[in-house]
């Protein structure tokens, strides 16, 4: 069983930064594609980005495309996801999710969907408010 474990979440205001951490206990995240979603109250769980394998590839939900960045280091085992200009249309809970063996064709179609994932984490936090 694969665990995620999400960081990096708080408090900030708006057009302040974050940057949230994954990390996979006991589970190398080199070969697995890692998505980030969030939840805000009374929302379903949206789409934010996923980055492929190799790190190369990413793809970004509209309404952060410029402001959040994702990437990952395979060495460190962790997928970051650099949050800035935030807005507090941006408050929610934030999880990230993975998926092994997952080819470029595959991910780029469904990678935006949160049923492509079968691993993710509990989730942080993050509130913009002034």
């Known amino acids: 069983q694969v665990q995620l474990v999400e960081s990096g979440g708080g408090l900030v205001q708006p057009g302040d930064s974050l940057r949230l951490s994954c990390t996979a206990s006991?589970?190398?995240?080199?070969?697995?594609?890692v998505g980030w979603f969030r939840q805000a109250p009374g929302k379903e769980r949206e789409f934010v980005a996923t980055i492929f394998r190799n790190g190369a590839s990413s793809i970004y939900e509209d309404s952060v495309k410029g402001r959040f960045t994702i990437s990952r280091s395979n060495i460190k085992n962790t997928v970051y996801l650099q949050m800035n200009s935030l807005q507090p249309e941006d408050t929610a809970v934030y999880y990230c999710?993975?998926?092994?063996?997952?080819?470029?064709?595959?991910?780029?179609?469904?990678?935006?969907?949160?049923?492509?994932?079968?691993?993710w984490g509990q989730g942080t936090q993050v509130t913009v408010s002034s």
């Open positions: 999710a993975a998926k092994g063996s997952a080819i470029l064709s595959t991910w780029s179609g469904s990678g935006r969907s949160a049923s492509f994932y079968n691993s």
């Open positions: 006991g589970y190398s995240l080199t070969n697995s594609v």
